[in-house]
């Protein structure tokens, strides 16, 4: 083949997804280097446009770091690191008024001050929002900016494929990307790169998640040889969407925070009898009270009622999930929102540190795909921009330290990608059947509530898809849906293991088997085999 059909692309910096996290290094370092963001899907597609609720950060005078360190480290049931819970809330603020200054349009109480909601967990009010759509708010506002400036080449619809490694396998040089419009794979060289590419909740049946959190970036990372750390913490969100024609939609934490009541059918309230804190309590409590009422009564769904609420309130306060549920019949000024746990958050990942360096020189991982430590066994409500923003500024932080313009390094004899001996697939039937009984045994077997023997089932089950899909991967040429499939098996693997691994209940990880803490906690780290 010639050179043409396999292109070569050379950068300072290269930035792998356009969420939150992403945009907001991208912006960052091109004031120094050049950098291209890569974005599998349209630029403004991902979870972060799908985040209701908003930002927590430190903003009211009444409020404290110390207390939402506190509520933090209490969320996350044992096992937040304690340096970057410490990290996150003293810096929040910082992040908070660079997007005030982007021109975020925060929601405003008054004329001098912006609205601060309160979520589950959260001891004070200090979640800032745009109305019920922030990340949405937030990622346009980022990709504004990021379209403006010279230095930052886009590359829309390029799926990545792997990571380009050293010889000695300990430092990145790049990736290589499928363009998804010519099916060619390109050759990205770069000096330093980043992972900014979500979570893995679509390895779940029902979740909240757009089509691409398929956890491409810790299925690369761990393929390159990162380790990752706490994978059996997936977040069930306990408030999504159930109806036959929307079942994806989140209902925002936002909602119980201000006032919203989960009931059964007749109109009973629930919570009080699980919890305390009843609708305020953490997202685990939530989840796993909503899942023990619908197999108890066995009810298709619970009830979450706003209508006590005023309709302006409603209307000026959640105009996004008015809208959405309107259109399926749902007037929830009216109407109580028929509502399932799903699969939303991924605590796990790549393991990091606090200057969001991973084990492999020259790599970075920032947002949902990193293991940082802040969330422990459980993510506190509106912990996850504020996370990624934070540290898209350490990863900045660190990169400026050791950046040096490196010619040569796109001059050096990097491979383009081979695919001689491949060949098209004669059906695709493999790839559609694997991916829909991945997500079934994930939901069965590894959701809320698991057992010793389930988790063995599930490992042997994935294991059997792995090796169909490697083997398929191995003599097919490419698409998107296989290296979705292919990334979100190993990082459903991932997931199987690290539970195998805990034998107790803690936060997000409930086994009937191992129902009680065992204190002290560690986090649980999967190391790859080396390879030479």
């Known amino acids: 083949m010639s050179k043409q059909t396999y292109p070569k692309y050379c950068t300072d910096i290269l930035v792998i997804g356009s969420g939150i996290a992403g945009l907001s290094v991208a912006l960052k370092l091109a004031r120094h280097a050049k950098v291209m963001v890569v974005a599998k899907a349209s630029l403004n597609e991902g979870s972060s446009v799908y985040a209701q609720g908003g930002i927590a950060a430190v903003l009211d005078p009444f409020d404290s770091v110390e207390s939402h360190i506190q509520d933090t480290l209490e969320a996350g049931a044992g096992l937040c690191d304690p340096d970057a819970v410490r990290l996150v809330a003293e810096k929040g603020a910082d992040a908070i008024y660079e997007l005030i200054d982007l021109g975020v349009p925060f929601s405003k109480h008054d004329a001098k001050s912006y609205h601060l909601t309160q979520e589950g967990g959260h001891s004070h009010r200090r979640v800032i929002h745009a109305a019920d759509h ?8 980022l990709l504004d900016q990021v379209k403006q400036t010279p230095n930052i080449t886009l590359m829309p619809n390029h799926m990545t494929v792997d990571l380009i490694l050293s010889d000695d396998r300990k430092r990145c040089l790049g990736s290589y990307v499928l363009n998804q419009s010519t099916q060619i794979v390109a050759t990205l ?33 761990w393929r390159a040889g990162c380790s990752v750390t706490n994978m059996e913490f ?16 989140l209902i925002s934490e936002a909602v119980r925070g201000e006032g919203g009541i989960l009931k059964r059918p007749d109109g009973t309230p629930f919570m009080a009898h699980y919890d305390e804190r009843a609708e305020l309590a953490p997202r685990d409590v939530v989840a ?13 769904c619970v009830y979450l009622d706003i209508r006590h609420r005023s309709e302006g309130f409603i209307l000026n306060h959640f105009p996004t999930i008015y809208a959405r549920c309107l259109k399926v019949g749902i007037d929830i000024t009216r109407d109580p929102i028929p509502v399932v746990p799903a699969a939303h958050y991924t605590c796990g990942g790549i393991t990091t540190n606090l200057k969001a360096e991973t084990e492999i020189a ?30 898209a500024q350490a990863a900045y932080e660190a990169i400026l330290e050791s950046f040096e313009p490196e010619p040569s390094l796109c001059a050096s004899r990097i491979p383009a990608w081979d695919d001689h001996l491949v060949t098209q697939p004669k059906e695709k039937v493999l790839v559609s059947h694997d991916w ?14 698991r057992t010793d023997k389930r988790l063995q089932r599930a490992l042997k089950r994935v294991q059997i898809l792995k090796d169909e899909i490697h ?62």
């Open 134 to 141: 922030t990340g949405k708010s937030v990622t346009e506002t």
């Open 234 to 249: 997936n977040q069930f969100h306990p408030t999504c969407l159930f109806h036959p024609k929307d079942r994806s939609f």
């Open 288 to 300: 796993r009270a909503i899942d023990q009422e619908m197999k108890a009564h066995g009810l298709d």
């Open 189 to 221: 060289v770069a000096q330093k790169t980043i992972l900014a590419t979500g979570g893995a909740s679509k390895a779940y049946l029902y979740t909240s998640n757009p089509d691409t959190s398929t956890g491409d970036g810790i299925a690369m990372a």
């Open 362 to 391: 020259n790599l970075y991982a920032i947002g949902e795909t990193a293991y940082t430590g802040l969330h422990g066994a459980n993510r506190l409500a509106s912990n996850s921009l504020v996370e990624g923003l934070v540290f």
């Open 436 to 449: 829909d009984e991945l997500r079934r045994v994930m939901w069965d077997y590894v959701g809320i509530v």
């Open 471 to 532: 083997e398929f991967y191995r003599h097919h040429t490419l698409s998107s849906d296989l290296l979705e499939l292919r990334n979100l098996t190993q990082v459903a693997e991932l997931m199987i293991q690290s539970a195998i691994q805990r034998k107790e209940s803690r936060g997000l990880h409930y086994n009937l088997d191992h129902p009680e803490r065992i204190d002290p906690a560690s986090p649980t780290r999967l190391q790859p085999e080396k390879r030479s």
